[in-house]
């Protein structure tokens, strides 16, 4: 029998090859930094920073506080990781879903610094802010907004949400709707479309 280091052995001679350790998923980093691993916690960094700046530049669009917001996030995800139960979600749900939250708790924080500076304003000159034309356009968009989301099929509504209002990748979209990735791309296509002719988008 000749030796493995014969160059006419071939490759079946050689034993199998060594397996490729694959990357660690967010569960598991999230277990790690529940224990304090420092090291897990920048693999996990890594992996959801971008999708949670996504998540909230959405909401607040602007990009110095979205930054900030998103820091916030992800120290607020270092401190409670210990919460995360694997068995209630993925762990990018998870984490998205504190973004989302701390997204719109600014938004809810600046709307009420504004409002009370309306007020002192007012106060002040007794000239009140006239802000019925610009509520009442508002709330008119909204309606034919969610006039035009009810016209979409199940499929095409949960992805223009999932990706187009909170952030999400194609691909984890397709992984919450349990749909394979290339039908969540030509829903989403479909649906952008449907809504961009009912709401009048660029005709």
Do not use: N
Request: net charge neutral; proline share 5%.
């Amino acid at each position: 029998m000749r030796e493995p280091t014969d160059p006419g052995s071939g490759p079946e001679e050689w034993g199998p090859a060594p397996a490729v350790a694959a990357a660690p998923t967010a569960e598991r980093l999230l277990a790690a930094v529940a224990k304090g691993d420092d090291g897990a916690f920048d693999r996990l960094y890594d992996l959801v920073a971008g999708p949670v700046l996504g998540v909230i530049r959405q909401i607040l669009r602007d990009a110095a506080q979205s930054e900030e917001v998103a820091q916030e996030v992800l120290v607020e995800v270092w401190r409670t990781a210990t919460k995360y139960r694997e068995e209630r979600g993925r762990a990018m749900t998870w984490v998205l879903t504190l973004a989302h939250r701390r997204a719109v708790d600014r938004v809810r924080s600046a709307q009420a610094s504004s409002d009370r500076e309306t007020r002192a304003y007012s106060r002040d000159t007794g000239r009140p802010f006239d802000e019925v034309a610009e509520t009442v356009a508002s709330r008119m968009e909204q309606q034919q907004v969610r006039r035009c989301m009810s016209t979409l099929t199940e499929l095409q509504r949960e992805s223009v949400v999932l990706t187009y209002y909170r952030g999400y990748s194609c691909r984890e979209a397709a992984e919450l709707l349990d749909a394979p990735v290339p039908t969540v791309k030509t829903r989403l296509r479909d649906g952008l479309i449907r809504l961009r002719d009912c709401l009048g988008v660029g005709s």
